[in-house]
């Protein structure tokens, strides 16, 4: 499949370095990353309704970014990974599975940076007892019959601090490893590893 990489804004990504590292067939072949938006996920929803499946929606930047149960995520602009993934159905034997399946992928995909995150059940990713990443996935129906998939990722990366209410109950690969990682490797990691993680989940990738 063509790599397309399609920017929206003011956006520092380096395509090259992350398609190199990329090793899937279609899923993140094909990149929309923004400077500014409501939420990944929402817009993610629009281009699913196109059936751009395989898709990946960034930003550098989420104004009305949210986890589960409607909390808020915040996005450190330039300094984090803002992702959501568009499945189709064929993609999907669970949905069950999706968002605990989202959250290996992340863990495995640290581990590429000696950083040995774990899970909290059900899609959380924590660092020394701090949250360092989210899933929220939606699953979207027409009557009975499921019409696509929507995995939002959030991972904080890079932040050398966070806002007063969330500094002790957040960190950064950065606070840890004491440098900052490559976004475009990360990304690319992380995303070879959603269909590895997720073998019993994803019928394709």
Not at 36 to 53: F, M, P, V
Not at 146 to 151: H, M, S, T, V, W
Request: proline share 2%.
């Amino acid at each position: 499949m063509e790599n397309v990489f399609l920017t929206i804004g003011n956006v520092k990504f380096d395509s090259k370095r992350y398609f190199t590292l990329l090793n899937t067939n279609v899923l993140g072949r094909k990149l929309i990353f923004f400077d500014s938006i409501s939420s990944t996920n929402d817009i993610a929803k629009d281009y699913a309704e196109l059936g751009e499946w395989g898709l990946c929606i960034l930003a550098e930047e989420q104004t009305k970014g949210r986890g589960t149960h409607g909390r808020r995520w915040s996005t450190c602009k330039g300094q984090s990974i803002a992702l959501s993934i568009i499945l189709p159905p064929e993609w999907i034997k669970n949905t069950a599975f999706l968002s605990i399946s989202a959250a290996k992928a992340v863990v495995k995909a640290l581990e590429k940076f000696d950083v040995h995150a774990y899970i909290k059940y059900p899609n959380d990713v924590y660092l020394n007892g701090r949250k360092l990443a989210g899933i929220l996935t939606e699953t979207f129906f027409n009557g009975e019959c499921l019409k696509y998939a929507i995995i939002g990722i959030g991972v904080n990366l890079n932040q050398d601090e966070f806002h007063e209410e969330l500094k002790d109950i957040a960190i950064s690969v950065k606070q840890v490893l004491g440098c900052s990682i490559s976004r475009e490797e990360f990304l690319a990691f992380l995303l070879n590893e959603v269909p590895a993680t997720a073998h019993f989940t994803f019928c394709q990738s």
